[in-house]
């Protein structure tokens, strides 16, 4: 899935309770964009956007001397957890453990993609919720509704990354997707981060099927 471009439209102060970061905003534009349902047409053309969040200086070696591999994480869009705080999924632990983790080691990057419910959008999401409600998994769910398992693609936040100027990372991750998708394209995943976190009854079983049929290192 080539870009056409992609390019920075923002660089702002952003403060929050974690630590100081400063805010870029990324916009992408993909030709030709693999369609992720087979009952809606892909469009010709599609704009993507991406926010990093960055703090300190991620281009600084390691105290050992090491290259520079500032820590990363590329959390998808998630409103109901992130915004709303919704225990069906572990999203909004995640961004959190990632911001606090980033903020200890006082540099790092999150970079916050707008790939909505495995990127199949909101909409889509909240009807995917009602058939869970009846019984289906996630993944059954978005194939019901002619979507496939996982829509999202890492291309965006490898471009950034690239944009930044970081040829190497230690990344927050469970998914063994975003490792490769780093590596595909010469970003080398020095150390994976546990994106672990306590689990709560409400998302068991959405755990479940991340480790059993997504391939996700959690327990």
């Known amino acids: 899935m080539p870009f056409e471009s992609v390019r920075k439209l923002a660089d702002a102060d952003f403060p929050t309770r974690w630590g100081h970061f400063r ?66 999924c572990d999203c909004r632990q995640q961004l959190e453990l990632a911001l606090a983790t980033i903020t200890e080691a006082g540099t790092g990057i999150l970079l916050y993609e707008n790939q909505e419910g495995r990127g199949i959008g909101l909409m889509a999401k909240l009807q995917a919720y009602e058939l869970q409600d009846q019984g289906l998994d996630t993944i059954e769910a978005n194939v019901e509704l002619g979507y496939k398992a996982d829509c999202r693609v890492y291309e965006l936040p490898a471009a950034v990354l690239k944009l930044l100027g970081v040829e190497s990372v230690r990344l927050i991750t469970n998914n063994p997707e975003k490792v490769e998708a780093l590596e595909s394209v010469g970003i080398s995943v020095v150390e994976r981060i546990s994106a672990e976190v306590p689990s709560e009854p409400t998302f068991e079983r959405y755990l479940q099927t991340k480790r059993e049929k997504m391939g996700h290192l959690v327990s």
């Not at 030709?31 to 704009?47: L, W, Y």
């Not at 991620?58 to 705080?85: E, K, M, W, Y």
């Open 23 to 88: 805010i870029l905003g990324f916009e992408g534009v993909v030709a030709n964009p693999e369609s992720c349902n087979d009952r809606i047409p892909a469009p010709t053309r599609r704009v993507e956007s991406a926010v990093a969040l960055v703090m300190g200086d991620i281009h600084a070696p390691a105290a050992n001397g090491d290259p520079a591999a500032p820590i990363v994480r590329i959390h998808s869009q998630c409103l109901t957890g992130d915004v709303f705080h919704s225990l069906r």
